[in-house]
């Protein structure tokens, strides 16, 4: 049984019973809509535009990834790449907007005179970061290649790729393709360990996150269990992401005291000590935060559905 089957809505009980293309098809669309949406905020310029729109890039391509097994690779590939490309874009912005509000939180650690000089060398410094991110972004909003995805987000249709040796069962291809994403976490979750560089930590949440999306997709369909485990990887992907700007901002912190004098530096290396215990910190909570997250895994009996690695 998969999860939630019990508790699911009279609308998630209609969905179960549409061939999984025509819920597909469905729910890329509402995903495509929210990216629509947030565009004219985003090219606008709006701190919260851009996230927003991010974000919905980032849902829409996490359901593309999870459902690749049973999607014809060779006719979706492209969009899914220029959806990558502009989320790349957008990432490169809103990584600044979140550089720039730890530094500002980390230097008020400081003396007010300290803080002064510091907070003139952020202003320099996220200058120019926010500079190159902004030539970007805009380079991408102008582009041919932006205006011919939004042609293909308005008339997208994602059970038109769908394989035709797929099942169509809604409750055979979901359970089996987020169980699939669900190994992919866990195998990378045993790997890590207390002294794992950041980019393998980095990898766990990103895997993490593309589950968590598809979960919350799939949540109006198959009820409460869904939401709940969707909840549970937000707390450790967001616990992860603090781990990660942690580690971003202590980074920074060291070349802005480069270009100080020795007293504000050796403050500096200070706060950036204090940023790096967050990372310790993020990781000393990992493994209380997974176990609630493996605690509530209730998963389809998939010897009962086939296996969609065969396909």
Known sequence: MPMGAKDHSVLGKRLLKQP???????????????VLVAAPSAQAGSDEGIHVQRVAVRRLRSLIRCCAPVLRSSDIDEFAEDLSWLGSALGARRDVDVLENHLRSAINALTPDDRSES????????????????????????????????????????GAFVRADAPTSVETVVGELIHGSWRRLAKSVDQIHSESDIAEWHRVRTRGKKLRYVMEVFAPIFGKDYERLGRRLAAVTDELGEQRDAYACALALRDIADAVDPHVAFELGKVAAAQDARVVMAIEDFPGLWRRVRRCCVWPRTRRTPSLSAL
């Open 20 to 34: 999984f293309p025509d819920v597909l098809t469905l729910v890329g669309r509402e995903l495509a809509q929210a």
């Open 119 to 158: 907070a003139a060398r952020v202003d320099e410094y996220v200058l120019k970061l926010y500079s190159a991110a902004d030539v970007r972004l805009g380079e991408v909003f102008t582009s041919e290649r932006y205006a011919n995805l939004g042609e293909q987000l308005v008339a997208l249709e994602l």
